[in-house]
């Protein structure tokens, strides 16, 4: 995920002054949160240099951190808000099943409101098993494929995350080259064939010589939301692909699932999976996952279903799977998907926002640009200083490398300066807009670029 540049205390950066200035409470904070968590933090991403914000409250496109600081967020948490912070509906039912009780160790109503909302937008869930986290959706995809097609090996693409378990560790940022990440054995990164995303004859080619792989699993828009944008045609072959070759095809949907379109990315490219793994936006922001797909594959969870076939049925316990707080949420969530054009209005503020952040690009004669489609938006570094126009920057034509070049102490500036500015950017500098973000917040978020952008020449990173 993001690597950290030390910032030392004693530089001479406006940037990272205005930053310590305007945030003494989450240095103060991070300060004690160093004694007590690896790196003060819950996850890689929340590394910021030389402190991240702490945050008290958020409602809409907003968050507001423990100093009473306003920030316009486009982390969206992690992608899950698409219909921001705080949704009063979503919000009531949270509340009313809060009170309601949190852990029945029972079936209970509201899991199977939350299947067929689920079923309502997603026609190729015929059976959903609920979980806690998307890691835990992925890992039960993959062992579904395994146990399904009673081959070992999982086909899946360069720079494409899929969560943190063993068997998705390596090929994300680092490890392209098969070995296996720290605490991971060899022989699970060996049933790992990882491929080159848009290159159809590389998948062919992998299908046709080993015999041995269950499932090819995919980020359907593109590594991290469409960073890496997939040629639609490039997914299509993969449907063609795995079923000429026996193999399972899974969209990993937890991020585009409910935000490409009310149907994920399934729907936008009329592509049906085997399987799909949903998080984030399926649980309303609250905790919660879940695999879905086709019947007889699912069947391999069923008690008396794998009875009859006379299988070994694979075993699925997890204390919060499908628990009733995270169920409301997400039925409440998905009915407004459904029945209202939230994704429509998400999409048109991002596409405003991509507009306005070039429009600033063009004027200060800097040679990034920012890109993407539906609701998010990433900024391209132009590692190479290739001369590119901001407002006409095509992705396909640059590489994975470029893509996916970070330089950590420009990032680690240029994010600390959108801090500054009022703006809460992703660690790629980029993000997710929701249907809460109005044309203020777009004008905001420009101001707030260009200023940024001039910090960053000021201090000659630029
Ligand atoms: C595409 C994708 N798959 C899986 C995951 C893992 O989900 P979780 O963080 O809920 O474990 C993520 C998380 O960001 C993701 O973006």
Same mark, same amino acid.
């Not at 900024?379 to 095509?394: E, G, H, M, V």
């Given at each position: @995920? ?7 205390? &004693? ?29 003060? %933090? ?33 982390? =969206?948490?992690? =992608? ?14 949270? $509340? ?25 937008? %997603? ?6 098993? #609920? ?13 579904? $494929? ?21 068997? @998705? ?34 998948? $062919? ?80 922001? @609250? ?64 596409? $405003?926002? &991509? ?9 200060? =004669? ?26 006409? #920057? ?5 590489? #994975? ?13 240029? &994010?600390?300066? @959108?801090?500054?500015? =009022? ?25 707030? #670029? ?13």
């Amino acid at each position: @995920m993001c690597s950290a540049v030390v910032e030392d205390p &004693r530089i001479n950066s406006r940037i990272v002054t205005a930053y310590r200035q305007k945030t003494p409470g989450s240095a103060d904070l991070a300060q004690q949160a160093l004694e007590l968590l690896p790196s003060g %933090i819950a996850h890689d991403a929340r590394n910021v240099d030389p402190y991240g914000i702490y945050v008290a409250r958020a409602k809409g496109p907003h968050k507001w951190d423990v100093d009473g600081n306003k920030y316009v967020d486009y982390f =969206g948490g992690h =992608g899950a808000l698409i219909l921001g912070h705080g949704n009063p509906v979503v919000a009531a039912a949270i $509340a009313e099943a809060a009170a309601d009780g949190s852990q029945f160790g029972s079936s209970h109503p509201r899991e199977i409101g939350w299947a067929k909302a689920i079923q309502r937008l %997603i026609p190729s869930a015929e059976r959903v098993r #609920f979980t806690s986290s998307g890691t835990e959706a992925t890992l039960m995809g993959v062992r579904l $494929a395994r146990a399904f097609t009673g081959k070992n090996s999982i086909l899946r693409f360069k720079g494409h995350f899929h969560g943190w378990h063993d068997h @998705m560790a390596a090929g994300y940022s680092n490890h392209f080259d098969g070995t296996p990440t720290p605490g991971v054995i060899q022989g699970i990164a060996d049933k790992t064939v990882l491929c080159m995303p848009n290159d159809t004859a590389g998948v $062919a080619a992998a299908l046709e010589s080993n015999k041995d792989i269950a499932v090819v699993l995919l980020e359907p828009t593109g590594s991290s939301f469409g960073q890496l944008p997939l040629r639609d045609e490039f997914v299509h072959a993969l449907r063609e692909l795995t079923t000429k070759h026996g193999v399972l095809l899974m969209f990993d949907e937890v991020v585009t699932g409910f935000r490409t379109s009310k149907g994920g990315a399934q729907m936008h490219y009329g592509i049906r999976p085997d399987l799909s793994s949903f998080a984030k936006i399926v649980a309303g922001g @609250m905790p919660g996952a879940a695999i879905a797909g086709r019947k007889d594959i699912l069947d391999l969870l069923d008690f008396k279903a794998s009875a009859a076939a006379g299988r070994e049925k694979i075993g699925h316990p997890g204390t919060f799977n499908a628990n009733p707080i995270s169920a409301a949420a997400g039925i409440a969530a998905l009915t407004i998907i459904a029945e209202t054009d939230i994704n429509g209005q998400a999409n048109a503020t991002c596409g $405003a926002l &991509r507009d306005g952040l070039n429009g600033v690009l063009s004027d200060e =004669g800097v040679r990034w640009a920012v890109y993407g489609t539906t609701s998010g938006f990433h900024l391209f570094l132009n590692p190479n200083n290739r001369d590119i126009s901001a407002k006409t #920057f095509d992705p396909f034509d640059a590489s #994975f490398d470029e893509l996916k070049s970070s330089p950590t102490k420009v990032v680690n500036r240029m &994010r600390l300066a @959108m801090l500054v500015n =009022g703006v809460d950017l992703n660690p790629r500098l980029g993000g997710f807009t929701s249907c809460t973000h109005t044309a203020q917040d777009v004008t905001d978020t420009v101001v707030a #670029f260009r200023e940024s952008i001039r910090m960053l020449k000021a201090e000659g990173e630029l």
